[in-house]
């Protein structure tokens, strides 16, 4: 079935440093894809979303590019903010019951 | 504020009661979903709901139950709670237009711990 890897961390940066999350999914159809942020003590929130080949999602500073001919979609900001510190978690559309299967998130943490 | 609503916020619950946790949304989405997080697991399918009336069962279903009488509430009910369902519990839903490939908005999720 359809499944999402990310690199699990913790991943720890000092502020103003580039950030590479790696995400990797296997899918049978051509799924959206979706990087979710979660601050501590938080729900889940959209950070930014590809829905085809080659379309690059962008927000806050982050990006993503959906990468169908390697099954990617790496998240990379390139200059981190201690306020950045979260858990990032990968995720794609096309579960069977319309779910998102998530990766199992990575946490940040950005030290001044 | 539109948006999913999530009530407790926290719970320590004893192992063998009930417990209902609750999820309201008001921006008139037909799908609605429940998942668990645990460390090191991601998030996790309990059950989901297409539309009032419809309910399913997702990864992980077992000791959960769902209701959908209406469009807004879709509670979520530990029949018997065990300690390992001690976990985070996240309501979300779904916008309709595009169906499965939309994003998903989120609730902020009930802390549940059971001894």
């Known amino acids: 079935g359809d499944s999402v890897t990310q690199m699990e961390g913790p991943v720890t940066l000092s502020e103003e440093a580039f950030l590479t999350i790696n995400c990797t999914y296997t899918a049978t159809g051509y799924p959206s894809l979706f990087w979710y942020v979660q601050y501590p003590g938080e729900g889940l929130q959209l950070l930014l979303k590809a829905t085809k080949a080659d379309d690059k999602g962008s927000n806050k500073g982050f990006e993503a590019t959906y990468r169908k001919e390697t099954t990617s979609f790496h998240l990379e900001k390139g200059s981190v903010q201690v306020s950045d510190s979260a858990v990032y978690f990968c995720a794609l559309s096309g579960g069977s019951q319309g779910n998102l299967i998530f990766g199992k998130g990575t946490k940040l943490s950005v030290k001044p | 504020i539109a948006g999913i609503t999530q009530a407790p916020t926290s719970q320590i619950l004893a192992a063998g009661r009930r417990m209902t946790l609750r999820c309201t949304q008001d921006?008139?989405?037909?799908?609605m979903y429940w998942y668990r997080q645990d460390l090191g697991l991601g998030l996790r399918l309990i059950h989901y709901s297409n539309t009032a009336g419809t309910t399913g069962k997702g990864e992980v279903p077992d000791g959960y139950s769902v209701s959908r009488a209406n469009t807004d509430d879709f509670p979520l009910t530990l029949a018997s709670a065990v300690p390992s369902q001690t976990s985070v519990y996240f309501c979300?839903?779904?916008?309709?237009?595009?169906?499965?490939?939309?994003?998903?908005?989120f609730g902020p999720g009930t802390r549940l711990t059971v001894l």
């Open positions: 979300a839903s779904r916008p309709d237009g595009g169906g499965a490939y939309n994003e998903q908005f």
């Open positions: 921006m008139r989405h037909n799908a």
